[in-house]
Nanobody, 119 residues
Framework: QVQLVESGGGLVQPGGSLRLSCAAS????????MNWYRQAPGKERELVAS????????NYADSVKGRFTISRDNAKNTVSLQMNSLRPDDTAVYYC????????????WGQGTQVTVSS
């Protein structure tokens, strides 16, 4: 079955960095477009970053542009989110998501990893 397992969350001071990783299994990762979402307390889940199946196209929410970088390794079936210059409003649970495998729309989610930015 499809599994998405996030790791790398934690507590970091403002201005710090974290790298999130998502290990995927149970589907053909190399043809899947991948996303990172986040959900802060009391807020709706929001799309943070997306990457195409080849990694050639990436998109970011305006709030993270220039600070976050999404990448993938199709040989290792992993997608990562490098987060720099973290701010307190980046505090949220971050989720790995696959919404499309080839031309087929799907909706698979990881369990989430907590990121807390605080001094």
């Amino acid at each position: 079955q499809v599994q998405l397992v996030e790791s790398g969350g934690g507590l970091v001071q403002p201005g710090g960095s974290l790298r999130l990783s998502c290990a995927a299994s149970g589907f053909t990762f190399s043809i899947a477009a991948m996303n990172w979402y986040r959900q802060a307390p009391g807020k709706e889940r929001e799309l943070v970053a997306s990457i195409s199946s080849t990694g050639g196209t990436t998109n970011y929410a305006d709030s993270v542009k220039g600070r976050f970088t999404i990448s993938r390794d199709n040989a290792k079936n992993t997608v990562s989110l490098q987060m720099n210059s973290l701010r307190p409003d980046d505090t949220a649970v971050y989720y790995c998501n696959v919404a499309r495998i080839g031309i087929i729309r799907v909706a698979y989610w990881g369990q989430g990893t907590q990121v807390t930015v605080s001094s």
